[in-house]
């Protein structure tokens, strides 16, 4: 039995103060919930508490609703949101491509394969190139071109495919066009980005020529929430892989496409488990 | 103000059960202490659990004697186990070397500057090369050589330097001797070894004669709790470089020096911040 | 343009001589062929000479077989093997498989993008599982049962598909079946496995579940040239992946997949980009 | 014996043309010469060639300069410039430091123990805090104090210290002192310093304070050849470490230490081991 087969997330944030961990811990204790694994974290910079717990329920007859209800009163009190997440479950998922499909390709072999406990329920793309692909995963493909003059209309049907599909997140995998402010805003803190190089050096366009013009022995690529300010978003993950002299602009390009990969599916890996907590500009994550 | 300068730690380990969260945090709420950080784990295959907690006491004048004596009857309740720790702690420290210096340099400086909160009392050998550098830094070195006929009264003197200093914690920086079963048991869970070879891979005498035979392309370093089966304490860190054809084993032999030192610095910093918990034979290790 | 587009590859080994690399540098000095990249490596314990040449003929009708006939006698002198390749070559291969499916996966996407210059022939299996994949990539897919009594019947029907084919290299991308020795002399030097552990640390089965139970800190996966020995070849590559006391045995089989991956599909474009030379029981890799 | 006890290195680079590697493999031949190992590299983009040869001498009387002498006027027809170093050479250094003190131990260890070729003639600061330090390693301690009005003095006297003392390289192990241009100049090529942050991220002060308020997940450290462009120089080495939201700026900058001792000294070796190339802004790079 895998190790989360049967265990329930809660994940929550509020302002700091004395009683955060124990308003958590007590009510779980009070519910008979057994705590397999349990993160908090108090940003002393900042005043934010954060905590994330796996538990057992008593019985396998747990109702996630009654919990809820019944925890939704003493978190108030502590100006606490949370999140509970039922064992199982799978987050639907929009995601957006242009013309390169090696993140594509990574995401739905862990998709199909149940590595990702995601649940794909479309692939938008500006350009009609990777529709095999996604067809052959049994996908809807959504192609919507975008120019400059149409691009509000573009993002208009984007949106509209993302609330059509219900999706809760939204993952950037080499879409490689700048989202409006108005779309970025909408999508705060569930849609996450991948940037192939270190951020933030290397903003922008063609990073990894810019990568080679510095002469860098290291490359890398960054997964981020979007936010207004492009290629600024609040950092998850970051990868990195060691380059020589003898590699040009597309040996780096070459090289960085696994470490794209794997930067971006561990994004989305500790997104959709609730390892991930957004505050201001900084995300606190609480990996195994 | 460093991140731990304030912060009390208190570490415990039971067998599972449910409430074992809950007892420590509810009694950290009472005691208005406020939790800044908290890992626990239950394991489920083995039926253990474990909680590190950091925590600021609500004032300056907090009595570490006074919780430890108000908390004991509740942690017995659970079977518990559990150590404070006061802030700016310096664990005592007795560090075993032969002739090989990197680790013992390294640890040195660590302590010299502060990075690692540990006293060193005293350095012993069985050799006395490496006693210019003890002074140096001001410490007592004990050269106590050893021959197969004099290594039980040779173990009894290091044991009496370890009375004798106080030392809570004993570190082979490559002290190249296998201790007799008598001192591991001794040592028990406060003696750790850095072994040169990703263990259980390559164990016993010249592991990187033993890699570059095999045409390994990784070397690595583990350190590990001592018990009295050589080789097979557990584990707390393990350290890894890569290496090429063009290395012959005395190349691995000085590649192997720098991950060496990363590794056991890494294990003894772990320790001494109360990070691991020791569970037959493997660790929980809460890493920041 | 990409970096090797134009370029053709000399890889030759010798015993050890004066010499060794003159012989082939003038010889392309004289063929006005312009050296881009070279490595030559000599290896003082065994007395092995290496080397690898990239060049640029001086015209574009430049005739490999010429070049060849040519070079044979120098070579001769020095006991000297050697391969020519051309640019753009890309290498008969069969894959080998069971039912994991992530490293055939990733070897089809990388050969489907070009990123591999290698053209699969087939795919083999002992299990019907994972037809579906190589049908979508348009490859032959054969199903070739295996039990014991059956074994050197299905071993001479693989055979046969490699024959048929022209494979020049056989990629065992997790067949988990062991190879009679008959056929691993027959694939000497071009049968490359991926097995998931840092040999030679957990030969054999479940090496997963052994590291689980020594509590290690890190997994790892070795690509090697098959041999007699099993677990034993040559090694090509190893990587490496940080784990904790929170991964249980179905944790790590499922961390190890993407550094199985990875050092599969690393050994595989090393080898067919002529950059790996055997010698004994020991590889020499002369990486970017 | 080390590998290297014997073997002389020629390091030679030119522009682009037909026949650069013969001219220096052939006439190695002519004496000889044992090519024990040989890196060549064209840059295609730029049009420059690089060879680091390392190679036995036909007798243990072998005389370097009239192989100097010899290969001088070859070398000349193509432009070419090349260093010759006989096998034990000790690269004499200077080492500039402020009050930062690690980066100055671990080369003083490497020193101390061999692992580095290099002979430290004196170490010079700004601050007087590490001269006991130096003292110990019984080398020369020059404490130059630096205000804005009596830098370019100060320089003179840096300068001085680097002349008489015949330093061939000059390491800056955490100076934290622009150099003026006319400095730089003075030391183009020669003169190594360590940035404390993955350069062109982070460029100026306080680096790890600057990561930590872009939330980073990865610190790093670069070595670079310095010039005038202030922490623009050509990088030699990057180093990374990862990073948590539970890292302070406080712990960023102690979990940096590390690896600004390993990407330094890294760099110091592959410089003195003749495996670096300077060529315009970026550096060539012949690792083992």
Same mark, same amino acid.
């Not at 499909?101 to 998709?111: F, G, K, P, T, V």
């Not at 849609?191 to 366009?205: E, T, V, W």
């Given at each position: 039995?895998?190790?989360?087969?049967?265990?329930?997330?809660?994940? #929550?944030? =509020?302002?700091?103060?004395?009683?955060?961990?124990?308003?958590?811990?007590?009510?779980?204790?009070?519910?008979? =919930?057994?705590?397999?694994?349990?993160?908090?974290?108090?940003?002393?910079?900042?005043?934010?508490?954060?905590?994330?717990?796996?538990?057992?329920?008593?019985?396998?007859?747990?109702?996630?609703?009654?919990?809820?209800?019944?925890?939704?009163?003493?978190? /108030?009190?502590?100006?606490?949101?949370?999140?509970?997440?039922?064992?199982?479950?799978?987050?639907?998922?929009?995601?957006?491509?242009?013309?390169?499909?090696?993140?594509?390709?990574?995401?739905?072999?862990?998709?199909?394969?149940?590595?990702?406990?995601?649940?794909?329920? /479309?692939?938008?793309?500006?350009?009609?190139?990777?529709?095999?692909?996604?067809?052959?995963?049994?996908?809807?493909?959504?192609?919507?071109?975008?120019?400059?003059?149409?691009?509000?209309?573009?993002?208009?049907?984007?949106?509209?495919?993302?609330?059509?599909?219900? /999706?809760?997140?939204? *993952?950037?995998?080499?879409?490689?066009?700048?989202?409006?402010?108005?779309? =970025?805003?909408?999508?705060?803190?569930? #849609? *996450?980005?991948?940037?192939?190089?270190?951020?933030?050096?290397?903003?922008?366009?063609?990073?990894?020529?810019? #990568?080679?013009?510095?002469?860098?022995?290291?490359?890398? #690529?960054?997964?981020?929430?979007?936010?207004?300010?492009?290629?600024?978003?609040?950092?998850?993950?970051?990868?990195?892989?060691?380059?020589?002299?003898?590699?040009?602009?597309?040996?780096?390009?070459?090289?960085?496409?696994?470490?794209?990969?794997?930067?971006?599916?561990?994004?989305?890996?500790?997104?959709?488990?609730?390892?991930?907590?957004?505050?201001?500009?900084?995300?606190?994550?609480?990996?195994?």
């Amino acid at each position: 039995m895998s190790r989360t087969a049967d265990t329930w997330i809660l994940a #929550a944030q =509020c302002p700091s103060r004395l009683g955060t961990v124990d308003v958590v811990t007590r009510f779980l204790k009070e519910q008979r =919930c057994y705590i397999t694994e349990q993160h908090s974290f108090d940003d002393r910079l900042s005043g934010g508490f954060f905590i994330r717990t796996e538990f057992r329920p008593p019985a396998a007859d747990f109702e996630g609703e009654a919990f809820r209800a019944a925890f939704v009163d003493r978190a /108030a009190e502590f100006d606490m949101t949370f999140e509970l997440t039922a064992p199982g479950t799978r987050m639907p998922v929009v995601i957006m491509v242009s013309k390169a499909d090696h993140c594509l390709n990574d995401l739905l072999y862990r998709y199909r394969t149940g590595q990702l406990p995601i649940e794909i329920r /479309a692939v938008v793309s500006n350009h009609p190139d990777l529709e095999p692909l996604a067809v052959w995963h049994g996908l809807p493909y959504h192609h919507l071109p975008i120019t400059p003059e149409t691009k509000a209309e573009q993002e208009a049907r984007v949106w509209q495919v993302i609330e059509e599909t219900g /999706a809760e997140l939204v *993952i950037l995998a080499r879409y490689m066009q700048v989202l409006s402010s108005d779309l =970025c805003e909408k999508l705060s803190g569930r #849609a *996450i980005n991948i940037h192939h190089s270190l951020l933030p050096g290397f903003k922008g366009a063609r990073p990894y020529h810019q #990568a080679y013009d510095k002469g860098v022995k290291l490359v890398g #690529a960054t997964a981020h929430y979007i936010n207004d300010d492009l290629d600024e978003g609040p950092i998850i993950t970051q990868g990195v892989e060691p380059v020589s002299h003898a590699d040009y602009p597309e040996d780096l390009v070459a090289k960085g496409r696994d470490i794209e990969c794997l930067t971006l599916s561990r994004a989305v890996a500790l997104h959709v488990e609730r390892r991930v907590f957004l505050h201001a500009s900084r995300t606190v994550v609480f990996d195994r």
